[in-house]
């Protein structure tokens, strides 16, 4: 009998402070991301690059320094991009940003008609990732060399 209470009242503790913290965690929203800045040496060039291939609308950039030029994107945030960088850097793939599209091979049009080269993930020029979801994608640089995924995935 003394071990049922014992354990009756450690249940009902941990019960209770479980509570207290399903309601503490849900009082706060999540984070929302607000922008995205790529650090890039030709404003102009970077700036006609995401514009014209992504199809990006330009907002008003509120700095007025000729350094930046700011997209609108459909979560709501933005792409920053900024001028000032002096090298080329070898950034690895892993490290990318990603844009989804209606069709992938629609995009690669738009990529051969610029002379822009794509592949996989494992950088096999001209070959598209089937993911075991269904998710066709593809990667390649920006003009600063800041490597690009894009998809097709819907969500």
Known sequence: MKLTRSFLAA??????????????STTQPAAVLNHIA?????????????????????LAEPFHDGRHTWFALSTGGALHIIAGAKVRVDYPIDEHLCFSVASVNEFIKKLKAKNTTYGNFAKAAGQVTLRPDGVHQIYFQDPDGHWIEVNDAKK
């Open 11 to 24: 249940i009902l503790i941990a019960g209770t402070s479980h509570l207290s913290l399903a309601q503490s």
């Open 38 to 58: 790529v650090y890039v040496a030709d404003l102009k060039v970077s700036t006609d690059f995401y514009r014209d291939l992504f199809n990006l609308e330009l």
